[in-house]
C-alpha cells in the first residue's frame, strides 16, 4: 500500500498508563467536532462522548487466570538506585488480560534509541542510558497488531529522572484477527468484484507497518482480511449502494462478516475520482517531510458529509508533497500536522484542486505541572488533551500526550494563537480543565497547572436477564468521559470478573451514561446514573441473551437522532424512523438551542446530550431552530417548541 495513504492500516495498540486506558490506533475516528448520538447506539460514539475499553486491576486471589474487573494499579514514581532513571511495567493482551510473552518496545531519544523485550508473564524493563525526554516509539508483537507512528511523532513521551523509577505502565495489545468477508446482494446472491476497504482511521499512527486495507471480493463474494476489534468494513459495487459493517466482539469470535449491498437508489453513483493535492512547508518556505496530512468532510456542511466520514489520512514525501484520491466532489478540511510545529489548516476546499500549501509555523508552547490536590505531589503518568474553542458549544481536538514523569511536568509545543480547553486526565482522580488563551505572536511558555481530586467509585454487577446468571467479560463504559476521541483517549470503563461484579474509579460527581455490552448479548445504553461523591450505591445491570442467528443490538432510551454542536445549538444529522424526534417531525438539518427552556449553550454539549435521554415514553420539550425556516432581513430563523417523547430504540 502507498506509504502516503494510511487511513485504515490493520494496526491497533492499547495503552494503559497508570490504570487510564489510552487508544492508539485501531480504533474508530470520529469526526473532530463535538457529536454524540442521542437515542442511537453507543458504539459509535464521538469525542464528546467517547467510546470506551476496559480499565484492567488486580487479578482475583482465588482465581490468577479470572479476568479481573480492573487491570492496571496506579502508576507509581519510587527512588531507585539507577543514575538516570528506569521504567517498568506489563505488555498484556487488550481482550484477555494475560501478559504478552516477547513483545518487543523501542525507546527513543535524540541520543538514539534502545529496545526492550517482555518475559513469559509480560513484564519489561527500560533503563535510559540519557536523561531527557523519551517516546515510546515502537511496540511490536507476534500475533497482535503494530503501533509504529512516524518516527519521532510518538504522543507518548517519557521523562527519565535520575534515581527515581516509574513502575506498573501496562500497554494492552489488540490480537490480530484474520476474518472471513462475505459481500451478498439484498436477496442473498454473491456479488463478485466488490470493492472492500477495512477503516480504522488510525493511519498516522502505523506509518511504520504500512498494511493492506483493500481487497476485492471473489466469484463467491468472498475475501479473507485482517481487522481489529471496532473497525468499520465498507463495500462499494457500483450496481449496488455501499454497506458498512463493524468487527464486533461476536464477529471476532465468529471469524465471519457478512455485508449485504442495497439496492442504488439513482442510476448514477457519487464520483469519487477527485484529488486534493499539494505541498506542506515551514514558516521559512522549507518542505516539511513526514507531516500527517487529514482530509475531512468540511465541518461547515454538517450534516452534509463528503466522502469516507472516517475521512483519510497521508503522510508527506521529502519535498513536503501529498495527494489524497478517489474523494467524492464536494468541499473538505484539510490540516497538515506534526509535532512541536502549530499545524497548517485549509478550510472549505474544494476537491480537485492540486496546489493546496499548507505552513506549519513555530506557535507558543504550553505548560505546566500536574500534582495531588491533597498532598500537593507530582501525579507521576497522566493524559493531556486541548481542544480549540470553534463555537459556544463545538470544540475540535487539537492534540493529546500522556506523560510519564516523577516530577509530574508536561509540555506541549506548537500551539497557535486562539482559544484552547485543556483538560487532563488520570487514574483515581476525577477530570479536570482549564481554558487557555494563546495570544497572537506568543511564543510561550504559557503556565497552566493542575491539581488533581480524587474521583468518585461506582461499582456494580452485570448479569444475564431472566436466568440472572452472572455474565464475565462484560464491558462496562462511561460516555462522555476522557481527554477526547483521539488517539490517547483516557478510557472509564472495566471488566467485570468471574462473579459478574465490576468497579470504576475517578468519576466524576453528577449524571452520566453507561454502554454495556457482553458477547452474545444486546448492549444496553443506561442515562441518567448519578454519580455521588465517595461511593455510589451498587447496581445490577441486565443484559438479554441473543437468540441462535440473531444479530445483537444496542437498546437505549432516547430521540432517535444524532447530534453535532454548531454554534449555539446541537444540529440533527441522522434522525431514525420510529424515534421521538422523527414523530415530532424534526429532520436533519434542524437545530436544538434549548431543553426544556434552557439553553443548550449553558448546559455544555455532554450535559444536552443526558437531558435529552432519559426514561422510556418521558417528555421533553425542545425549542428547535428549524433548517428550512430564515428568519426576516436574513436574521436567524426564529425558535420553535416541539414536544417530543423519549422512545426505546434498538438498533
Request: overall charge neutral; proline content about 7%.
Given at each position: 500500500?502507498?506509504?502516503?495513504?494510511?487511513?485504515?492500516?490493520?494496526?491497533?495498540?492499547?495503552?494503559?498508563?497508570?490504570?487510564?486506558?489510552?487508544?492508539?490506533?485501531?480504533?474508530?475516528?470520529?469526526?473532530?467536532?463535538?457529536?454524540?448520538?442521542?437515542?442511537?447506539?453507543?458504539?459509535?460514539?464521538?469525542?464528546?462522548?467517547?467510546?470506551?475499553?476496559?480499565?484492567?486491576?488486580?487479578?482475583?486471589?482465588?482465581?490468577?487466570?479470572?479476568?479481573?474487573?480492573?487491570?492496571?494499579?496506579?502508576?507509581?514514581?519510587?527512588?531507585?538506585?539507577?543514575?538516570?532513571?528506569?521504567?517498568?511495567?506489563?505488555?498484556?493482551?487488550?481482550?484477555?488480560?494475560?501478559?504478552?510473552?516477547?513483545?518487543?518496545?523501542?525507546?527513543?531519544?535524540?541520543?538514539?534509541?534502545?529496545?526492550?523485550?517482555?518475559?513469559?508473564?509480560?513484564?519489561?524493563?527500560?533503563?535510559?542510558?540519557?536523561?531527557?525526554?523519551?517516546?515510546?516509539?515502537?511496540?511490536?508483537?507476534?500475533?497482535?497488531?503494530?503501533?509504529?507512528?512516524?518516527?519521532?511523532?510518538?504522543?507518548?513521551?517519557?521523562?527519565?529522572?535520575?534515581?527515581?523509577?516509574?513502575?506498573?505502565?501496562?500497554?494492552?495489545?489488540?490480537?490480530?484477527?484474520?476474518?472471513?468477508?462475505?459481500?451478498?446482494?439484498?436477496?442473498?446472491?454473491?456479488?463478485?468484484?466488490?470493492?472492500?476497504?477495512?477503516?480504522?482511521?488510525?493511519?498516522?499512527?502505523?506509518?511504520?507497518?504500512?498494511?493492506?486495507?483493500?481487497?476485492?471480493?471473489?466469484?463467491?463474494?468472498?475475501?479473507?482480511?485482517?481487522?481489529?476489534?471496532?473497525?468499520?468494513?465498507?463495500?462499494?459495487?457500483?450496481?449496488?449502494?455501499s454497506a458498512r459493517a463493524e468487527v464486533t466482539p461476536s464477529v471476532v469470535l465468529s471469524r465471519k462478516?457478512?455485508?449485504?449491498?442495497?439496492?442504488?437508489?439513482?442510476?448514477?453513483?457519487?464520483?469519487?475520482?477527485?484529488?486534493?493535492?499539494?505541498?506542506?512547508?515551514?514558516?521559512?518556505?522549507?518542505?516539511?517531510?513526514?507531516?500527517?496530512?487529514?482530509?475531512?468532510?468540511?465541518?461547515?456542511?454538517?450534516?452534509?458529509?463528503?466522502?469516507?466520514?472516517?475521512?483519510?489520512?497521508?503522510?508527506?514525501?521529502?519535498?513536503?508533497?501529498?495527494?489524497?484520491?478517489?474523494?467524492?466532489?464536494?468541499?473538505?478540511?484539510?490540516?497538515?500536522?506534526?509535532?512541536?510545529?502549530?499545524?497548517?489548516?485549509?478550510?472549505?476546499?474544494?476537491?480537485?484542486?492540486?496546489?493546496?500549501?499548507?505552513?506549519?509555523?513555530?506557535?507558543?508552547?504550553?505548560?505546566?505541572?500536574?500534582?495531588?490536590?491533597?498532598?500537593?505531589?507530582?501525579?507521576?503518568?497522566?493524559?493531556?488533551?486541548?481542544?480549540?474553542?470553534?463555537?459556544?458549544?463545538?470544540?475540535?481536538?487539537?492534540?493529546?500526550?500522556s506523560f510519564i514523569d516523577a516530577q509530574g511536568r508536561y509540555e506541549v509545543a506548537g500551539v497557535p494563537?486562539?482559544?484552547?480547553?485543556?483538560?487532563?486526565?488520570?487514574?483515581?482522580?476525577?477530570?479536570?480543565?482549564?481554558?487557555?488563551?494563546?495570544?497572537?505572536?506568543?511564543?510561550?511558555?504559557?503556565?497552566?497547572?493542575?491539581?488533581?481530586?480524587?474521583?468518585?467509585?461506582?461499582?456494580?454487577?452485570?448479569?444475564?436477564?431472566?436466568?440472572?446468571?452472572?455474565?464475565?467479560?462484560?464491558?462496562?463504559?462511561?460516555?462522555?468521559?476522557?481527554?477526547?476521541?483521539?488517539?490517547?483517549?483516557?478510557?472509564?470503563?472495566?471488566?467485570?470478573?468471574?462473579?459478574?461484579?465490576?468497579?470504576?474509579?475517578?468519576?466524576?460527581?453528577?449524571?452520566?451514561?453507561?454502554?454495556?455490552?457482553?458477547?452474545?448479548?444486546?448492549?444496553?445504553?443506561?442515562?441518567?446514573?448519578?454519580?455521588?461523591?465517595?461511593?455510589?450505591?451498587?447496581?445490577?445491570?441486565?443484559?438479554?441473551?441473543?437468540?441462535?442467528?440473531?444479530?445483537?443490538?444496542?437498546?437505549?432510551?432516547?430521540?432517535?437522532?444524532?447530534?453535532?454542536?454548531?454554534?449555539?445549538?446541537?444540529?440533527?444529522?441522522?434522525?431514525?424512523?420510529?424515534?421521538?424526534?422523527?414523530?415530532?417531525?424534526?429532520?436533519?438539518?434542524?437545530?436544538?438551542?434549548?431543553?426544556?427552556?434552557?439553553?443548550?449553550?449553558?448546559?455544555?454539549?455532554?450535559?444536552?446530550?443526558?437531558?435529552?435521554?432519559?426514561?422510556?415514553?418521558?417528555?421533553?420539550?425542545?425549542?428547535?431552530?428549524?433548517?428550512?425556516?430564515?428568519?426576516?432581513?436574513?436574521?436567524?430563523?426564529?425558535?420553535?417548541?416541539?414536544?417530543?417523547?423519549?422512545?426505546?430504540?434498538?438498533?
Open positions: 500500500m502507498d506509504r502516503k495513504r494510511t487511513i485504515g492500516l490493520l494496526v491497533a495498540v492499547l495503552v494503559l498508563l497508570g490504570g487510564a486506558l489510552f487508544l492508539l490506533s485501531g480504533g474508530r475516528k470520529e469526526p473532530q467536532e463535538a457529536r454524540a448520538p442521542a437515542g442511537t447506539p453507543a458504539a459509535k460514539p464521538a469525542p464528546a462522548s467517547p467510546d470506551t475499553r476496559t480499565s484492567p486491576g488486580r487479578e482475583p486471589a482465588h482465581a490468577a487466570s479470572a479476568l479481573p474487573s480492573r487491570l492496571v494499579p496506579a502508576t507509581r514514581a519510587e527512588d531507585s538506585a539507577e543514575p538516570l532513571g528506569a521504567f517498568e511495567g506489563r505488555v498484556i493482551s487488550a481482550t484477555t488480560g494475560e501478559g504478552v510473552e516477547g513483545a518487543e518496545l523501542t525507546f527513543a531519544a535524540e541520543a538514539g534509541a534502545t529496545s526492550a523485550r517482555t518475559e513469559a508473564s509480560g513484564r519489561f524493563r527500560f533503563v535510559p542510558h540519557t536523561p531527557g525526554t523519551w517516546q515510546l516509539a515502537v511496540v511490536t508483537a507476534r500475533g497482535y497488531l503494530p503501533f509504529g507512528p512516524e518516527w519521532g511523532q510518538s504522543p507518548i513521551r517519557l521523562t527519565a529522572v535520575p534515581g527515581q523509577r516509574i513502575s506498573d505502565i501496562v500497554l494492552a495489545l489488540t490480537p490480530e484477527a484474520e476474518l472471513l468477508g462475505t459481500v451478498l446482494d439484498v436477496e442473498g446472491k454473491p456479488v463478485a468484484g466488490a470493492q472492500v476497504r477495512v477503516l480504522t482511521g488510525r493511519g498516522g499512527e502505523s506509518v511504520l507497518f504500512p498494511t493492506s486495507d483493500r481487497y476485492t471480493s471473489d466469484v463467491r463474494g468472498e475475501l479473507r482480511f485482517h481487522a481489529p476489534e471496532g473497525a468499520t468494513v465498507e463495500a462499494r459495487h457500483p450496481a449496488y449502494a462478516l457478512v455485508l449485504v449491498l442495497g439496492k442504488r437508489e439513482s442510476a448514477s453513483a457519487a464520483a469519487l475520482g477527485e484529488t486534493l493535492a499539494g505541498r506542506v512547508v515551514d514558516g521559512g518556505g522549507t518542505a516539511v517531510a513526514g507531516a500527517l496530512v487529514s482530509v475531512a468532510s468540511a465541518a461547515s456542511a454538517w450534516p452534509r458529509r463528503y466522502g469516507d466520514e472516517l475521512g483519510y489520512e497521508t503522510v508527506t514525501d521529502a519535498e513536503g508533497r501529498f495527494s489524497v484520491e478517489g474523494l467524492e466532489t464536494g468541499t473538505y478540511d484539510v490540516t497538515a500536522r506534526l509535532m512541536g510545529l502549530a499545524p497548517g489548516e485549509l478550510r472549505d476546499v474544494a476537491a480537485g484542486r492540486k496546489d493546496l500549501v499548507l505552513t506549519l509555523a513555530r506557535g507558543a508552547k504550553l505548560g505546566g505541572t500536574v500534582r495531588d490536590a491533597a498532598s500537593g505531589k507530582p501525579l507521576p503518568s497522566f493524559t493531556l488533551a486541548v481542544f480549540t474553542k470553534r463555537g459556544p458549544l463545538q470544540r475540535d481536538a487539537f492534540a493529546q500526550l494563537a486562539g482559544s484552547y480547553v485543556v483538560e487532563v486526565a488520570a487514574h483515581g482522580y476525577a477530570p479536570s480543565e482549564a481554558s487557555v488563551e494563546v495570544p497572537k505572536g506568543a511564543s510561550g511558555p504559557l503556565t497552566t497547572d493542575f491539581a488533581l481530586s480524587p474521583g468518585a467509585t461506582m461499582t456494580g454487577r452485570v448479569v444475564e436477564a431472566d436466568t440472572n446468571l452472572p455474565l464475565e467479560r462484560a464491558r462496562i463504559s462511561v460516555e462522555g468521559l476522557g481527554t477526547g476521541g483521539g488517539a490517547l483517549s483516557l478510557r472509564y470503563d472495566a471488566l467485570t470478573d468471574a462473579r459478574g461484579n465490576f468497579t470504576l474509579d475517578g468519576l466524576p460527581t453528577g449524571e452520566v451514561s453507561l454502554f454495556v455490552s457482553a458477547d452474545k448479548h444486546h448492549s444496553r445504553v443506561l442515562s441518567g446514573i448519578t454519580v455521588r461523591p465517595g461511593a455510589t450505591p451498587p447496581r445490577t445491570i441486565e443484559l438479554r441473551k441473543t437468540a441462535e442467528g440473531e444479530e445483537p443490538q444496542v437498546e437505549l432510551v432516547g430521540i432517535g437522532a444524532v447530534l453535532a454542536a454548531r454554534e449555539d445549538a446541537l444540529v440533527l444529522g441522522e434522525v431514525m424512523p420510529g424515534g421521538g424526534a422523527a414523530e415530532a417531525g424534526l429532520v436533519t438539518g434542524d437545530g436544538i438551542v434549548r431543553i426544556d427552556g434552557r439553553p443548550v449553550v449553558e448546559m455544555g454539549f455532554a450535559e444536552a446530550v443526558q437531558r435529552i435521554r432519559g426514561p422510556e415514553g418521558s417528555r421533553l420539550v425542545l425549542g428547535v431552530r428549524r433548517a428550512s425556516a430564515v428568519g426576516a432581513g436574513g436574521s436567524p430563523a426564529p425558535v420553535v417548541d416541539l414536544i417530543v417523547t423519549r422512545r426505546s430504540i434498538r438498533r
